[in-house]
């Protein structure tokens, strides 16, 4: 194999590892949202059915000017926030998000092992090289957008990851978090030294 070639799918690889991370951090972060929003209706449903059937008259030791009319104005404003919070959880629709981004991740990872297995063989050709390019862009012709946020901010995470692998091999009893604060620390000096140049 040359090395044009290798070099080709080599960045390939690195591009679907980036993109991976990306995805699987999207799908993550849409879950948590999903499970935050389902939680904040159950636990506002609990609490509208318990108050809903309690007496005004309950509060009066903790609000000692609360009416009856306002605490059905407050009972139906809270019951009406959870409803919305409840159809806010389907519009936005973050479990399908999730399981879209989830799925590309996946995709990415057998794209990475199959690639990584070429890169192990003596001989491949040309061919070889622009079936993996069009699989890579097959993955992403329905692969939801990434933000350019997201993108820069997963392209970092990634890049401080495979820099604090590569200090842990020289160094396996490294602190990474003690590194990773230096490293901020360094970043924020330079940062400042180039400001006043």
């Not at 194999?1 to 591009?15: F, G, P, T, V």
């Not at 404003?77 to 590309?104: K, M, P, Q």
């Not at 091999?169 to 590194?179: G, K």
Request: glycine share 4%; charged share 30%.
């Amino acid at each position: 194999m040359s090395k044009k070639q290798r070099d080709e799918l080599e960045k390939l690889k690195n591009k679907a590892e980036q993109n991976r991370q990306m995805h699987f951090s999207m799908s993550k972060k849409a879950y948590m949202s999903k499970n935050a929003l389902h939680i904040f209706a159950l636990i506002g449903s609990s609490i509208i059915a318990i108050i809903t059937f309690a007496d005004s008259k309950t509060f009066a030791v903790w609000f000692p000017y609360m009416t009856d009319d306002n605490y059905k104005l407050i009972v139906g404003g809270f019951a009406g926030v959870i409803f919305i919070i409840t159809i806010l959880e389907e519009y936005l629709r973050f479990a399908e998000r999730a399981s879209s981004h989830e799925n590309v991740g996946k995709q990415l990872t057998g794209f990475i092992r199959r690639v990584s297995t070429y890169l192990s063989h003596e001989k491949i050709n040309e061919d070889d090289v622009e079936k993996f390019s069009e699989e890579y862009i097959e993955i992403h012709e329905n692969a939801p957008i990434i933000p350019d946020k997201v993108f820069l901010k997963e392209k970092q995470r990634l890049k401080r990851k495979i820099d604090v692998s590569k200090k842990l091999d020289h160094n396996p009893h490294m602190s990474v978090n003690f590194y990773l604060l230096k490293m901020k620390i360094k970043n924020i000096f330079i940062f400042r030294r180039d400001d006043h140049n």
